[in-house]
């Protein structure tokens, strides 16, 4: 069988941390074992709030940086916007005609952004996971590469696709698997350690972007919030201490170390001594990323280049699908 990943960010605000450990990190480590790559830059996706995507231009070309500068070959890849490829939208459309409202009103991001308010939300941000199902399905990929807080969404685009299989009564649509990476699943908010790291948090303190210079990652890791007790000698002890837990594993995670391993090591120590420590390790990992993106970045009409070649793979695969989906559906 033909193995095919689909994966893609949303243009809001700071790329940072999270994104890049949780997504783009684990997508490099499995470029190879994978027939056909898919990176999408969903910029659809980030008018579902609005209010984050004013700078969409902006922030989609940045995020394109980022997937080049971390390692994602535009030529072996597919590196391309959500909105050049009309397919998305259309099959979206068709998704949600067969697709219950129960299912989408269970979808915890959507309650979560949504609120209390649910009558002043846009429509866009309640039917999101069913575009999110056609982002996939629509070049009917196999494995979806996500962070833990996407989960739910993958499980729903399974739910779709069977949906649409039983409608048109043929195994139509593969169903995709999500591959989320255990270790990276979710890096927490430097501010605390309970909430995910994440672009709308109100505060640059909450996460490193992958822009910030070296003496901003230095800083927000030097005011990272933690707690006046040294380091423990066991990965148990951590439990009640999930500020300390998330520095403590990210050191891990840029020396490709294990957090027992981590703790061994600084074991007794305070975290005024570990947090130099853990900039320089973040530093030395994230600058080479930092200073290619900027480079990307200064020749726009070579990104656009390579999103264009990315867009014209891609809408010759979804062009493909969205033709025989037609004809299951009985359209002339
Ligand atoms: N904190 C995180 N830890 C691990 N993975 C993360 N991802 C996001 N935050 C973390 C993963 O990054 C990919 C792209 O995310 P997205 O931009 O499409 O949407 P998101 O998950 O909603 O990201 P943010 O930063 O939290 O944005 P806002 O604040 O706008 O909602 C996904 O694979 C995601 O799992």
Same mark, same amino acid.
């Given at each position: *069988?033909?193995t095919r990943?689909?994966s893609?960010i949303?243009?809001?605000?700071?790329i940072?941390?999270?994104?890049y450990?949780?997504?783009?990190?684990?997508?490099?480590?499995m470029?190879?074992?994978?027939?056909e790559r898919?990176?999408?830059?969903?910029?659809?996706?980030a008018l579902?709030?609005?209010? +984050?995507?004013?700078?969409?231009?902006?922030n989609?070309?940045?995020?394109a940086?980022a997937?080049i500068?971390?390692?994602?070959?535009p030529?072996?890849n597919?590196?391309?916007v959500?909105?050049h490829?009309?397919?998305h939208?259309?099959?979206?459309?068709?998704?949600n005609?067969i697709?219950?409202m129960?299912?989408l009103s269970?979808m915890?991001?959507?309650?979560?952004?949504?609120?209390?308010?649910?009558d002043?939300t846009m429509?866009g941000?309640?039917?999101y996971?069913?575009? *999110?199902?056609a982002d996939?399905l629509i070049y009917?990929?196999?494995?979806?590469?996500?962070?833990?807080?996407q989960?739910q969404?993958v499980?729903?685009?399974?739910d779709i696709?069977q949906?649409?299989?039983?409608?048109v009564?043929?195994?139509f649509?593969?169903?995709?698997?999500p591959?989320?990476?255990?270790?990276?699943?979710r =890096? *927490?908010?430097l501010?605390?350690?309970?909430?995910? *790291?994440s672009k709308?948090d109100?505060s640059?303190y909450s996460?490193i972007?992958l822009?910030?210079?070296?003496?901003?990652?230095?800083?927000?890791?030097?005011k990272a919030?933690? +707690?006046?007790d040294? =380091?423990?000698g066991?990965?148990?002890?951590?439990?009640?201490?999930p500020?300390?837990?998330?520095?403590?594993?990210?050191?891990a995670l840029f020396?490709?170390?294990?957090l027992?391993?981590?703790i061994?090591?600084f074991?007794g120590?305070?975290f005024?001594?570990?947090?130099?420590k853990?900039?320089e390790?973040?530093?030395?990992?994230?600058a080479?990323?930092r200073?290619?993106m900027?480079?990307?970045?200064?020749?726009?009409a070579?990104?656009?280049?390579h999103?264009?070649k990315g867009?014209?793979a891609a809408?010759t695969?979804?062009?493909?699908?969205?033709k025989?989906?037609?004809?299951?559906?009985?359209m002339?």
């Amino acid at each position: *069988m033909t193995t095919r990943i689909l994966s893609g960010i949303r243009p809001t605000g700071h790329i940072h941390l999270g994104n890049y450990l949780g997504a783009i990190r684990s997508w490099v480590s499995m470029l190879d074992q994978v027939d056909e790559r898919l990176f999408c830059i969903v910029d659809q996706h980030a008018l579902t709030t609005a209010e +984050d995507a004013k700078d969409l231009r902006k922030n989609t070309l940045t995020i394109a940086a980022a997937y080049i500068a971390s390692g994602i070959d535009p030529v072996k890849n597919h590196i391309f916007v959500q909105s050049h490829v009309p397919a998305h939208t259309e099959l979206a459309w068709y998704f949600n005609c067969i697709t219950p409202m129960g299912w989408l009103s269970r979808m915890t991001q959507f309650k979560d952004k949504a609120g209390k308010n649910k009558d002043q939300t846009m429509t866009g941000l309640f039917v999101y996971p069913a575009l *999110m199902a056609a982002d996939i399905l629509i070049y009917k990929a196999t494995h979806v590469p996500v962070g833990e807080d996407q989960k739910q969404h993958v499980e729903l685009t399974r739910d779709i696709a069977q949906a649409f299989n039983n409608y048109v009564e043929n195994n139509f649509f593969p169903l995709p698997e999500p591959i989320i990476k255990s270790e990276t699943a979710r =890096i *927490m908010s430097l501010r605390d350690g309970l909430k995910k *790291m994440s672009k709308s948090d109100p505060s640059d303190y909450s996460r490193i972007h992958l822009l910030d210079d070296n003496e901003t990652i230095e800083l927000k890791i030097r005011k990272a919030k933690t +707690d006046t007790d040294p =380091i423990p000698g066991l990965v148990n002890n951590l439990e009640q201490r999930p500020e300390a837990k998330n520095l403590l594993s990210l050191y891990a995670l840029f020396t490709n170390s294990s957090l027992a391993k981590v703790i061994q090591e600084f074991e007794g120590k305070q975290f005024s001594e570990f947090k130099p420590k853990l900039a320089e390790a973040t530093i030395s990992h994230l600058a080479p990323i930092r200073d290619a993106m900027i480079k990307l970045l200064a020749d726009e009409a070579m990104l656009l280049q390579h999103l264009k070649k990315g867009a014209d793979a891609a809408n010759t695969i979804a062009k493909k699908t969205i033709k025989d989906v037609r004809s299951a559906l009985n359209m002339v």
